[in-house]
């Protein structure tokens, strides 16, 4: 799936030429789900958003997640779609699998659904012990008490007490909405406009040319660009191994682990950002292994608040874990994900019939595929201007579900439980939709 | 439980004087529990941390949220406390409540719990419809589009696109640690120090005298003291109805209105952080409906994350709030409270045995409260110096889990099925804790 990323991003990123006016991908015969709980196919009622959905406002439509299975989400008109978004990149076993429903209902986990704890200073009994010393220890203080001064300016949001530390970030990160995090995000505008900010450095990500067997001189130079440093001292570092919502920007093992050795010869914190490409999506439980390094980064610790987590959350997560060793899931989406590149690369001749050289010409080409097969519904399309409906509005064509991320890059984020099976579904379906689309 | 706060800081912010020396406040005979489903008292089988929560950190002891019941909690070592502190302020029902229990083992409410949706695009259907057009507007900006300066500017954190606005914040508030709401938190040093933050506007916050009807005018003079306006120009103004964290700090109705008056004059935006007053233990739904005014706040929205909320949570607040109504525990928990504040006055000869004129003398008397009956036990206790104990930390004595809060408060924060039972059984306990004590 890392490749694939990678590939989808190519064949968005360069303006491609018609390499085969009119070829049509054929897809091997979609052998039936090996997943006895979920759907064999897509099935669209109408036009979305459906009748159940009108008057959506920002979002897309409603859903009935009671009815959605595996990689099948349904909505509040029956239309079940294919969904290869799926919630954002969070649902990693597709809906309503049958291991996580045997948690829920065993009688032994039900303490943990309704007792939530303030784990911070009551955690059930073998709670696992993270919060050890080394984790609470802070660099610059080490085991320094703080001055009078700095107590005072503390509390009025004043340095020396709230001194002026910065987190190093790069264009085209995103890493949350909140204001800290926020201040090391700059993938769109619309998550940064009105929003008062800190003044903290910011360097650029590598912009790779594709294919990458072509440009390696070019590459490792613009690599070597974005590791210059710029003699501004910050406490930490931070960054995603791919910038998924910034466009699906790849560099290589190389140039993280010469940032990595920028940051320890600093003494400065090195911070990887998982939260799209964990979890087993790329192949690899973390996109970090990938690097092939020992000591990937540091983990930073000094929070605390009411529930410092949900272990309900932790009995799903435990099973998910256990799924995805039992089914072999980190090799079946290296297979599926192959696949799904392999016939993408197939289609490049239908890709080529568009120009997705900037954003206006993918974001028509989306609202495009989202809009066919509702040419009989009359409503107005979502007009928000404030809220974009990309990069976060799935588009729907046929009963497929897919998002947008960077400028002009589509994001393929299907569930673990994708097989190859799935991928040729999928390509079927696409390729009559460039077909139309021509 | 308003009363109860305010009262109760008085018995502790005051130097009171020992009244009745010696005397034993004696409760009614504690009747028997009218939840079915809990315990009848506490049950202390070890010192606390026990055997079975060795080796804690900075963690109070393990707890075993099957066995704990109601108003009871059970640790890891089968102690068994009635807690009035309930997960700071987090479980409002108590412990594996039957209604709660009921939500959980409903077939059509499992999928609310295995299928988190991305609720902001894909919302499950009759999903509330809060994000409004007039939720979602932005004051400054109204319907200008931005330059191509603010956008440029947005993206490196620079103003104009990210403006210099301010929130005003008080003095001694809490309003939560991620970065933007830390730069309006001001109660503790230990979560402010070392923290890079924004140069924000502070207003004191009133410092009333108790009893209240023998320094009116004084209070009015500390509440007109406190609503000076700077002249700094603000995007909005956050306060808490009690200050919590901050040590249960109180204002009138009339400070409050007359703040949301200023607010209104000057158009920036008045926000109301109920997340410790909200829910019913003050005998209203909402603190802010004290005021008795139809206005009390505005409501602030441009959030945008991968889930947006939990709808497994909602079903658990659905059914609160239907045990809420059915039980009438708003009126239970006036009452309660009034029983366990009538019980602190009778018990005020006993506490003025305790000199609790500043926080040194309180985190003492505290830490022996919590030692009581360990006596054998000849662990260190807890010495990081990082974090303190207090305020989060619950002590222990005889079965009795209480909080601390502001310099020298003890904070008092029973779930709403606390009845005057509880209260009873605990001023009993307290009584003879108070008692040995001296």
């Known amino acids: 799936m890392a490749l694939l990323s990678r590939n989808l991003t190519v064949l968005l990123q360069q303006n491609l030429r018609l390499v085969t006016p009119g070829c049509r991908y054929v897809s091997q015969t979609a052998t039936k789900t090996e997943s006895e709980f979920e759907y064999d196919a897509p099935s669209m009622k109408t036009p979305i958003p459906g009748p159940r959905s009108k008057n959506v406002g920002a979002i897309n439509f409603f859903c009935n997640y009671e009815e959605s299975r595996g990689n099948y989400l349904v909505d509040a008109d029956g239309n079940r779609m294919l969904d290869l ?258 016939g993408l690369y197939e289609l490049q001749g239908t890709f080529c019939a568009v120009d997705a050289r900037d954003d206006v010409t993918r974001d028509n080409l989306l609202l495009k595929l989202r809009d066919k097969g509702k040419q009989e519904h009359t409503e107005k399309p979502n007009t928000h201007t404030r809220f974009s409906v990309f990069p976060h509005t799935p588009f729907l064509s046929s009963g497929v579900l897919l998002g947008g991320c960077g400028e002009k890059s589509i994001r393929f984020r299907p569930a673990l439980i994708f097989k190859d099976y799935h991928a040729h579904l999928f390509l079927n379906i696409f390729n009559d939709v460039l077909s139309d689309h021509k």
Request: charged share 20%.
């Open 85 to 342: 978004y799926t919630q954002i990149s969070s649902v990693p076993l597709g809906y309503n699998h049958p291991a996580l429903m045997k948690v829920l209902s065993s009688p032994s986990n039900l303490s943990a659904f309704i007792n939530r704890p303030a784990l911070g200073i009551l955690p059930p009994e073998n709670f696992p012990e993270k919060l050890t010393e080394s984790l609470l220890s802070n660099k610059e203080r080490g085991s320094n008490s703080p001055s009078a001064e700095e107590t005072s300016s503390c509390m009025i949001n004043q340095s020396p007490g709230c001194p002026d530390l910065s987190i190093l970030s790069f264009m085209g990160a995103f890493h949350g909405r909140t204001m800290g995090c926020l201040a090391t995000t700059h993938s769109k505008i619309i998550h940064k406009l009105d929003i008062p900010s800190f003044d903290w450095p910011i360097a650029p990500f590598p912009r790779l040319k594709y294919p990458l067997e072509e440009f390696v001189q070019e590459n490792l130079q613009e690599e070597a660009r974005c590791l210059e440093e710029k003699g501004k001292p910050v406490a930490g570092i931070v960054i995603e191994p791919i910038q998924a919502e910034g466009g699906d920007n790849h560099a290589s093992a190389d140039f993280f682990i010469k940032l990595r050795n920028i940051a320890r010869k600093h003494g400065c914190a090195f911070h990887v950002d998982e939260v799209q490409t964990g979890g087993g999506a790329t192949g690899k439980f973390w996109a970090h292994e990938h690097w092939g390094t020992n000591d990937p980064a540091d983990i930073g610790y000094r929070i605390f608040n009411t529930w410092m987590g949900d272990p309900s959350k932790n009995l799903f997560l435990s099973e998910v874990l256990n799924v995805i060793r039992r089914e072999n899931l980190l090799e079946e989406v290296t297979r599926s994900g192959k696949t799904l590149l392999h």
